[in-house]
C-alpha cells in the first residue's frame, strides 16, 4: 500500500510538471483582450485527466501546484492571481460535472464548463483588480474561446485517460 | 462526448452570442462621456466630444497618456510592460473600454443618457 501511495504521488508530480508547461506554452498564445495575463487554460486538461483517474482532491492538488510553480517560475505574484481565480473557478466546475457523470455528461462536458468558467474566474479577479465590472465586455469573446478550448482539451483527455488508466493500474500492480 | 456535453456547448454558445448582442447592439456613437479609472476609483470625466490630452501618473511610476479626440478615447502612451492598452483599438462608443491592467488605469466610454449598461457597468 505504502508503495503504490509513493507511485501514485510520483505520477501526481509528472502530471503537475506537465501543467507547468503547459501554462508556459499557452503564454504563446495572446487572446484578443486587452488584459495581460488572461490565459487560454490550456493547463487545466491536466487537472482534468487527474480528474477522471485520481478524484478532486488530486485535481485541486495540480492546480494549486501549478499556480504556485508558475508564479515563482516565470509569470510573477501579479499574475498568480488570475491563475489561481481562473484555475478554482475551472477545477470547481469540472467536478461538479465530473460528479454528474451518470447523467449525461462526459469528460468533454467537465472540460467545456472548466473553459468557460476558467475565464469566468479570470474576468473576476480582472474586475476586482481594476475596481470595475467594464472587463466583462470582454466575456462573450472568452466563454467562445473556452468552449473551443475546453472541447478540444476533453476530446483528447477523452482519448487519453482510458489508455493512462490501463498503464497506471499495470504500473500501481 | 454525451447528449448533455452538447447542450452544455450550445448553451454556453447562446448565452455569449445574446451577451454580444446585449453590449454591442445599441452602441450608435453617442453624445458621450469618457470615463478615467484609476485604482478602481474615478480619476477624471471628459465630455468625449472635447478635444484633450490626459497624463494619468501614480507614485509607483506608473504613466499613463489618455486622448481623447474627434469622438475617440485612445491610450497614445503608456510605461506598462506590455502595451495591451495602447494596441486596443479607440473607445468611441457607449461600453467600449480600453484598460491597463498592470497600471490599474480603466478608460470607458459612457452614454450620457442613462441606460441598460450604464446599470451593469456600474
Redesign the interface.
Known sequence: MEHNKTKQMIILSMLTAMAIILHYIEGFFPLPVAIPGIKLGLSNVVSLVALYLFGPGSAFLIMILRVLMTSFLYSGLSSAIFSLAGGLSAVSFMIAIWKLRDKGFSIVGASVAGGIFHNVGQLLAASFVLGTFTVFSYLPVLAVSGIVTGAATGILANLLVPRLKKIISIYLN | ?????VL??LI??F???A??FW?NGKQEPTEGTVVI?K???VHTTFPLSSDEIITIEDKEGGINVVSIKDGKAEMIDANCP?K??I??RPAQKN?????C??N?V?V?VKSTEKDVIDG???
Not at chain 2, 1 to 5: E, G, H, I, Q, S
Open positions: 462526448m454525451k447528449k448533455n456535453d452544455l456547448i454556453g454558445l448565452i455569449a452570442a451577451a454580444w453590449l479609472y485604482d478602481g476609483n506590455d495591451l492598452c494596441h486596443t461600453g467600449q473600454s480600453i484598460v491592467l498592470p490599474r480603466v470607458e451593469v457597468s456600474e
